[in-house]
């Protein structure tokens, strides 16, 4: 069966520091994989998705994302942190040969210290 | 604008009495979600639409009913409504079925607490 795992359900970094947020999956074929932003009070927002191509994925707001198949991982990345980047963030997988869900990770939250 | 529209944001209620969280998309999508959200749980799926009178269940559909007779609206329904069901729900919409590359648009969700 298929899961994501998120290492750490909280993750406090320095303003100007790399955000590494980790995301590994299980999965029996190659997932399409996904990573969403929640900020206060709203819904999620997509930042980033893999599905076929080049492992090195770029997303909004100067995220990126490397999907390793060998290592089941698609961590989080940006290389400087901005106070605006506070939020929680939730990996998701999807099914290639057509299951109708996202599965997701139970997230993980930033914290960004002046 | 593009967009997914719950209502209400927020509801408080008491056990037992009926309640329905309307949810509706713009984007003539064919795919609608309903998820709980919980502490240390993430995002769990409650049940969903791939058209319209298509629906079925997700992974936590106890205590829950939906319906899908129009496109564009998904409403989340809770005959018996229970303390357990306190929780933020977000309803969802892509293009296709999630299982291909499609991106999913979320509500603003709606936090509910069943005393």
């Known amino acids: 069966a298929q899961s994501v795992t998120q290492l750490g359900s909280h993750v406090s970094v320095s303003e100007g520091a790399l955000v590494l947020l980790r995301c590994n999956y299980s999965?029996?074929?190659?997932?399409?994989l996904f990573w969403y932003v929640q900020y206060p009070n709203q819904g999620l927002q997509l930042l980033l998705k893999?599905?076929?191509?080049?492992?090195l994925v770029k997303g909004i707001n100067g995220f990126e994302a490397e999907f390793k198949k060998s290592e089941t991982s698609f961590h989080l990345t940006k290389p400087s942190a901005h106070m605006s980047d506070a939020a929680e963030y939730f990996c998701a997988v999807s099914l290639t040969s057509g299951t109708y869900k996202y599965i997701f990770g139970t997230g993980t939250r930033l914290k960004v210290l002046a | 604008e593009a967009q997914v529209t719950q209502n209400p944001r927020y509801l408080i209620t008491v056990t037992g009495k009926k309640l329905t969280v309307t949810c509706s998309q713009n984007?003539?999508?064919?795919?609608m979600s309903w998820y709980r959200q919980d502490p240390g749980l993430g995002l769990r799926q409650i049940y969903y639409s791939m058209n319209v009178e298509v629906t079925d269940k997700g992974d936590v559909p106890e205590g829950y009913k939906v319906s899908r007779k129009e496109k564009r609206n998904f409403p989340l329904i809770l005959e018996s409504p229970s303390p357990n069901q306190t929780s933020l729900y977000f309803c969802?919409?892509?293009?296709?079925?999630?299982?291909?590359?499609?991106?999913?648009?979320f509500g603003q969700g709606t936090r509910l607490t069943v005393v």
């Open positions: 969802a919409s892509c293009l296709g079925g999630i299982g291909m590359n499609t991106e999913a648009f």
């Open positions: 999965s029996s074929v190659p997932p399409y």
């Open positions: 893999y599905t076929t191509g080049a492992t």
């Open positions: 984007m003539n999508h064919e795919y």
